[in-house]
């Protein structure tokens, strides 16, 4: 099945920890996303990635880091410079047209 | 900053009844999106309409777009107890169309 796949569905960080949030999409897509949402809002954008070896800032990227080596994969890293992480986190993906195909989403809880 | 606003930020009908949910945007776009997420689920892409478009269907679903207004809405006819979710306007900047902004969303509820 062609689709987009998000591990672990929930996770625990310790505070000061870093916690590496993995999407993998086999649509053959060049186009790659990160969104945070908090209960009851909309997504924020943290990174995209066009292409392979190369991406952006979205509006709240600090204290989050990815990459994209492959074009399959784009992990996301929280690290321990993001002060408030508790958050839903999507990852999404775009091949030539418009629609977005997202994951089913990695709950982070700070414990 | 968010592009899209919805409005209202939540609305609750009863089964049977039409929804309707607005959108507000900033910018020049190339297209507006619609997107549905089950809670604690990922988004799901409903419909899209292009900026040279007014008004599209998809079955239940009716989608007007006035870019004079920088405006959208989304009806959803004959709406269902499975129809409870949030509703998302996403819209595609002209620039360039990687750089997808989504608005806040309105939360549906149908009582059955």
């Known amino acids: 099945d062609g689709g987009i796949t998000q591990s672990p569905k929930y996770l625990f960080r310790k505070e000061g920890q870093n916690v590496t949030l993995s999407c993998e999409q086999n649509?053959?897509?060049?186009?790659m996303y990160w969104y945070r949402q908090d209960p009851g809002q909309g997504l924020r954008l943290i990174y995209y990635?066009?292409?392979?070896?190369?991406?952006q800032k979205g509006d709240i990227a600090e204290g989050y880091s990815v990459s994209r080596e492959k074009k399959e994969s784009f992990p996301l890293t929280v690290t321990s410079a993001q002060k408030n992480p508790t958050a839903f986190y999507l990852c999404?993906?775009?091949?030539?047209?418009?629609?977005?195909?997202f994951g089913q989403g990695t709950r982070l809880t700070v414990v | 900053s968010q592009q899209g606003e919805e409005d209202p930020q939540a609305l609750s009908i009863q089964e049977g009844e039409n929804a309707t949910m607005n959108c507000s945007y900033k910018?020049?776009?190339?297209?507006l999106q619609w997107y549905r997420q089950n809670s604690g689920r990922g988004l799901v892409h409903l419909i899209l309409?292009?900026?040279?478009?007014r008004e599209k269907h998809s079955g239940r679903l009716r989608v007007t777009l006035d870019t004079s207004k920088k405006s959208s809405s989304l009806l959803i006819t004959a709406s269902r107890a499975a129809d409870t979710a949030s509703y998302f306007c996403?819209?595609?900047?002209?620039?360039?169309?990687?750089?997808?902004?989504f608005g806040a969303g309105t939360r549906l509820f149908v009582k059955a």
């Open positions: 999404a993906s775009k091949g030539t047209g418009y629609e977005a195909f």
């Open positions: 996403a819209t595609d900047p002209y620039t360039g169309g990687f750089k997808t902004i």
């Open positions: 649509l053959n897509h060049d186009a």
């Open positions: 910018t020049s776009i190339n297209n």
């Open positions: 309409i292009r900026s040279n478009e």
């Open positions: 990635s066009q292409i392979v070896n190369d991406f």
